[in-house]
């Protein structure tokens, strides 16, 4: 665990440039799409829902990420399947 | 649209003081002194007028853009040519008048004016922001050059322009990243240009990748793009940034060239490096 004087002050063993482009990520896609981090967290946790139904998910590597393409802006999500769940 | 092969290329950023006029003040020079192009350079960051010096042409000044808006000067009077070089003109901006003084359809007859000139490179250098004179810079253009810092409100502020350049319909645009700092970089310190490519994500496209350089200060000093001098990194990206606008496939430098003496000498007798 970080200690909150770390926490507060930014500083870990992670590079700043990592830092950077984390935060960056998030703060581009409530830009993008007006997604609030809590809002995209929750959307993670119900695609989780929906497809735990089907298929086994690998819940670490699961991504949503807000990205612009030509023409506009799209919500993509990256679902790593472990296995089909046997109906 | 005329019926021209011209290009009409607008220099944009968002964030202020990322490069965009030494930006458009090189890729003109190179353009034009290097690969032989017409080129005509617009300077729309109305009311704070800085091209002129980024080419050393500020003497020169008679006319400007918002004295042809207003008919007190005809499009080929304002236009300065450089005395070196004939094959390249700046249209000045205004400097007491403010962004409201030019509309859209305005700079996009100037566009076309230029285009009937021959004219085969049109460079339009925006002001910063995302208002009035963004909408005046980009109105006339059919590509988009996004100009960022790798830091973040740079970035951000990129992202949000080329947002902006979508709903204008200039997809895809290209992106230089200006101002990297190699050894920064190497040591995680600073954003990759990878790492700002994919933060923006797959529709720009890379056009080059300048070095934090104290040629640009001297050279703007001397109101002498860094282009025009050999023997600096980045007169010669900007020289390849260039060649890449007009479709040859040129490798991207290898900026990581200051590096110390003894890094030199080991990768001399083959250390890694
Ligand atoms: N690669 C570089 N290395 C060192 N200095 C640089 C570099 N690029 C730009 N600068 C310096 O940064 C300053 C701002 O550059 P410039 O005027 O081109 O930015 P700009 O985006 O046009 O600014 P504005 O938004 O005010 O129009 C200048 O003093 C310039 O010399
Ligand atoms: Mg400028």
Known sequence: ?87 | MADSNSRVIVITSGKGGVGKTTTTANIGVALSHHLGEKVALIDADIGLRNLDLALGLENRIVYDIVDVVEGRAKLRQALIKSKSNQNLALLPAAQTRDKSAVSPSQMIQIIQELQEEGYTYILIDCPAGIEQGFRNATAGATEAIVVTNPEMSSVRDADRIIGLLEAQELHSPYLIVNRLRPKMVKQQEMLAVEDVQDVLGSNVRLLGVIPEDEVIITSTNRGEPAALLEGNLAGQAYRNIARRLKGETVPFLNLDEKTGFFDRIKSIFGGKR
């Open chain 1, 1 to 87: 665990m970080r200690s909150l004087f770390d926490r507060l002050f930014g500083r870990s063993d992670k590079s700043t440039k990592d830092v950077a482009k984390n935060r960056l990520r998030f703060v581009l896609m409530h830009d993008r799409a007006d997604i609030s981090a809590p809002m995209m967290d929750q959307i993670r946790q119900e695609i989780l829902a929906v497809l735990s139904k089907y298929v086994d998910i690998d819940e670490q590597a699961l991504d949503v990420s807000v990205e612009r393409v030509d023409g506009g802006v799209v919500l993509a999500a990256s679902i790593p399947i472990l296995r089909v769940n046997a109906k």
